[in-house]
């Protein structure tokens, strides 16, 4: 085995090793604040955190993924640092200018959630600046430390969010998991790092940002405007506590999906960086390996089918069983994104991204096109069947354009 592949299964295994960690912590302390809010309780996080997320989906650049893939470029890095701090002004600007127009439409409720919208903001932003940190880390394949980072992270925002539920169970304890975890990542980055990040750049430092950015931005932003699409759609035709109870059974598969796709995401990302010499090939592209790939997806959506409602009430609670019915299309749906992660980060270390964009604007506008009558006609499971369908073309369409790629 070669000496990259020795670091690309220890770097694997670190991240494996704090995903399970992390996985099993955010599992337990899902059920936990599932059942001590309730639906009602969720249902406001789920709107303050959608509202954010979509909001910071139209600013989400991949400036870290240049830093990755450009680490010794220290202008880069510094242009990195000015978009960051753009992006983090444009956020805040942003978020009060849809608070102001929320207020004016529902002033009670928005008065109620403003305190935990303003710290979900301040925990975004953070989490922007710990990306940037953590981007020269990944960049020498510093996984070791980054997986017990996340996991001191993780830890010490559920022990901050789980103390504020004893005393007040509302939306504050959930937004300040967010901020402390935020905060303390960003603390340990810092450190580690051992140097501030340089701040002094160029135009044609700015410009070769922008342009790694430009398509991977509309990536990004269709990726996050699908992901959270869903969530706004079911609370406006459903109400709080359906959005709430929806945000709560999505999050058991969401779990699962960021435990797989975290490791796609910025070990393989990384290590496809290393070995971006044209001859690479995606171990993904065979007949065999994606035959296979269906039929253990398909295998878990049946037993999710059967098992579904039982794992609701053990781990969330009763309240949220009959939420339990879109377990078998979100198993799809995660297959087909992990899936399509393997083939996006590929193409983003080989510099091609820009044919994945198509695939990404296709499934939002069918997410935005199928979601609400399905809504209307099977409520949530309308939601997850339409979220799903989106996904499966996504994946399909992904798979075509990097078999167009590797022929060239």
């Not at 709107?47 to 450009?70: E, K, N």
């Not at 928005?110 to 710990?130: K, N, Q």
């Not at 991204?353 to 809504?375: E, K, T, Y």
């Amino acid at each position: 085995m070669t000496d990259s592949k020795v670091k690309l299964a220890r770097n694997l295994n670190s991240v494996i090793a704090a995903n399970v960690a992390c996985g099993m912590a955010n599992l337990f302390a899902l059920g936990w604040f599932a059942r001590v809010l309730g639906p009602g309780t969720m249902g406001d996080y789920a709107v303050v955190s959608t509202g954010v997320q979509l909001i910071a989906a139209f600013l989400s650049a991949g400036f870290d993924q240049a830093v990755i893939r450009m680490p010794s470029d220290r202008s880069l890095v510094a242009a990195a640092a000015l978009a960051t701090f753009g992006q983090s002004l444009s956020l805040v600007a942003s978020s009060v200018a849809v608070y102001s127009i929320a207020a004016a439409v529902y002033p009670e409720a928005s008065t109620t959630l403003l305190g935990p919208a303003a710290i979900v903001v301040a925990a975004v932003v953070i989490s922007m600046f710990a990306n940037l940190h953590a981007a020269p880390l990944a960049a020498r394949m510093d996984y070791g430390f980054l997986a017990l980072a996340r996991v001191a992270a993780l830890a010490i925002g559920l022990g901050c969010g789980l103390a504020i539920a004893f005393s007040d169970q509302s939306a504050y304890a959930l937004a300040f998991r967010d901020a402390v975890s935020a905060v303390v990542m960003l603390a340990l980055c810092r450190a580690r790092l051992g140097e501030s990040l340089p701040w002094r750049t160029n135009g044609e430092a700015l410009k070769r940002l922008f342009d790694f950015g430009k398509s991977l931005w509309a990536l990004n932003v269709t990726e996050r405007l699908v992901l959270r699409l869903d969530y706004g759609i079911v609370g406006v035709l459903l109400g709080r506590e359906a959005v709430g109870a929806y945000f709560v059974v999505r999050g058991l598969i969401e779990g699962v999906l960021g435990f797989l796709v975290q490791p796609v995401q910025t070990v393989l990302y990384a290590y496809y960086c290393r070995v971006n010499d044209g001859g690479y090939r995606n171990p993904l592209d065979s007949a065999n390996v994606t035959g296979l790939y269906v039929l253990v997806c398909l295998g878990f959506a049946a037993v999710s089918w059967i098992a579904g409602p039982s794992v609701a009430r053990a781990v969330v609670g009763a309240a949220y069983v009959g939420a339990s019915s879109v377990l078998p299309a979100l198993v799809v749906y995660s297959g087909a994104i992990l899936w399509f992660e393997n083939q996006k980060v590929f193409a983003i270390a080989r510099g091609v991204h820009r044919h994945f964009v198509g695939p990404r604007l296709v499934q939002l506008a069918m997410a935005a096109a199928l979601i609400a009558p399905a809504v209307k006609v099977w409520g949530m499971v309308g939601a997850s069947v339409a979220t799903a369908l989106g996904a499966v073309v996504l994946a399909i369409m992904a798979t075509a354009f990097s078999g167009i790629e590797t022929k060239r």
